[in-house]
Every structure is written in structure tokens, then in C-alpha cells.
């Protein structure tokens, strides 16, 4: 069981492949665990020639939950600023001066958090359906917004429930799946389950300022991508982000919404390993 240790947080986290290849740094999105990040996706990451690194953000699956910390927007327990010292603090642990950082939703945040704060730990930047703070820029249907702060499940079966409620919402149309959706959350519950720590998350997201001002400054080489099908955060959220940093490259995936399908897993690697490959040391 590897650890990372960013002050009082202990950060939970896994290696897959050689160190001797570049690393890729896989940064989760609100309420998602490490393991959502599959080990066969992991596996053609690895075959794609990247040394991969998944972790629990704090709040979430095996790192540190914060307990009785303030729960609202303006008294929030940290901000994403905070979330990736946390990744710093991995890297620094699995002994990793420079890596390629990927980041899904509220992970492309932290990703972009990271690229202007921490620029010299990073190769490339890579923020998937993501925005940059801006509200106007971060629009969710009314329907996904309602899902996503509805009451908090209770129990197993009203986690699974809310899962597979949202991915029907938000989820890929083309490649719907209930099965694979149960799956998945009944793996995610048997985990960890914690919906305060969620929430902690969600108010530190909602605490954040927005980067727009620095997102200008970025020299990290940084890939963008966002589906076409995306209720919760619309691709104007991920337009926006390339329009800002300079030199960005914006791949649009038609079809894909919130989430992602193994049906797209093989472009998914391609972009990624295509774009960030140029700038392995």
C-alpha cells in the first residue's frame, strides 16, 4: 500500500508500469475514486509507453477523510489549490521530478491548478471535460445540476441508484450500459463510502476562484478534450480553456458526455499518448 503524506493527508496511491517510462499522473474528478480509472485503462496506457500513477483525492476511496470539517462554500476545508499540493506530494513520493498529468473534471481543475503553480513539476497538462472557474463557462443542463445536488444516497443500494441515475443524465448515449453503471458503483461503495467527504469536495470546488486570469500565464504544452454529449459541464466549459492557454490543443470526442466508456478508451489513449509523447524528456 503506497502513501504520500501532504501535511495532515495521507494520500493513498498506485503505480502501474516501468519508471523508467514517462509518468503519466491520473487525477480524479468530484466523488471519484482511483479505481475509476480501470486497471485494463491503466494497462493501454502502460502499453502506450507511460509509467501510470492513480490516487485517491483527498475525501475519497483509502486517503484521508477530513471528518467534521465545515460544510458550505465560504467556509470550505481547502480549496483545489490544496488538491494539488496533494498531487505534488504523490509525485514526490513515488520519486517523480516531471510528469504528464491528466486530469477528469474536477481533476482537470486540479491539473490546471497544477500547471500554474506548480509548472516545473509538470511534462504536459491534459484537462478533460473540465472548465476554468467561470461560471458562464461552466454550464450544466437542469437536469444534471439538480442530479448531481440532489440529497445524498443513505446506503448501498441508494448509492448505486444515484449512480446509474446520473449516467443516464450525463452518461454517453451511445454507450449506455446499466450493467457495467451498477458495476461500478457497487465497486466504488465496497470501497469507501462517504458522502460528507463528497460533499467537502464539492464546496472546495465551489470555494475556488476562478482561474481565468491565470490560466493566460500557462507554458505547461496542455491538450484539452470534451465530449460533444456533455450535460453536466458543456463543452463550451472546455473551449473556453483552450481559448485561454496559450498554444493549447482542443480535441472535441463526439459523442461522449460526462463519463468515460471503454468503448472510447482506444481514442482516449491514442490523444493522449500522441500529444504528450512530444514532450518526454
Known amino acids: 500500500m503506497a502513501i504520500a503524506i501532504n501535511g495532515d493527508c495521507t494520500l493513498y496511491y498506485e503505480a502501474f508500469g516501468s519508471s523508467h517510462d514517462p ?3 491520473l487525477v480524479n474528478g468530484l466523488g471519484s475514486q482511483c ?6 485503462w491503466c494497462a493501454m496506457f502502460v502499453d502506450a509507453g507511460f509509467h ?3 490516487f485517491d483525492n483527498r475525501d475519497v476511496g483509502l486517503s484521508s477523510h477530513l471528518g467534521e470539517a465545515e460544510l458550505d462554500e465560504h467556509h470550505a476545508a481547502y480549496r483545489l489549490a490544496d488538491m494539488a499540493g496533494d498531487a505534488v506530494a504523490v509525485l514526490d513520493a513515488a520519486g517523480v ?3 504528464h498529468v491528466m486530469g477528469l473534471s474536477m481533476g482537470g481543475m486540479i491539473a490546471q491548478q497544477l500547471a500554474i503553480a506548480h509548472r516545473e513539476r509538470l511534462l504536459t497538462m491534459v484537462s478533460v471535460m473540465s472548465h476554468t472557474g467561470e461560471r458562464e463557462h461552466s454550464r450544466s443542463t437542469p437536469e444534471a445540476l439538480a442530479q448531481l445536488t440532489g440529497p445524498p444516497a443513505l446506503d448501498r443500494e441508494s448509492s448505486i441508484a444515484r449512480h446509474v441515475a446520473g449516467q443516464r443524465i450525463w452518461g454517453s ?7 457495467r453503471w451498477r458495476a461500478d458503483a457497487e465497486r466504488a461503495f465496497d470501497r469507501n463510502f462517504d458522502p460528507a467527504g463528497v ?6 470546488l465551489m470555494a475556488s476562484p476562478s482561474r481565468a486570469d491565470d490560466l493566460g500565464q500557462i507554458t505547461t504544452p496542455t491538450l484539452v478534450m470534451h465530449g460533444t454529449a456533455d450535460t453536466l459541464i458543456d463543452i463550451a ?7 485561454l492557454i496559450p498554444g493549447a490543443e482542443f480535441v472535441a470526442i463526439e459523442g461522449m458526455g460526462h463519463d468515460y466508456p471503454p468503448e472510447l478508451w482506444h481514442r482516449w489513449v491514442d490523444e493522449v499518448a500522441r500529444f504528450c509523447h512530444r514532450f518526454d524528456e
Open 23 to 25: 509518468t503519466l499522473l
Open 35 to 40: 479505481i475509476n480509472f480501470h486497471e485494463e
Open 52 to 54: 501510470v500513477i492513480r
Open 97 to 99: 521530478a516531471r510528469a
Open 173 to 179: 448515449p451511445e454507450f449506455a450500459d446499466e450493467a
Open 199 to 204: 460533499a467537502r469536495q464539492y464546496f472546495a
Open 237 to 243: 466549459g472546455g473551449r473556453r480553456t483552450a481559448e
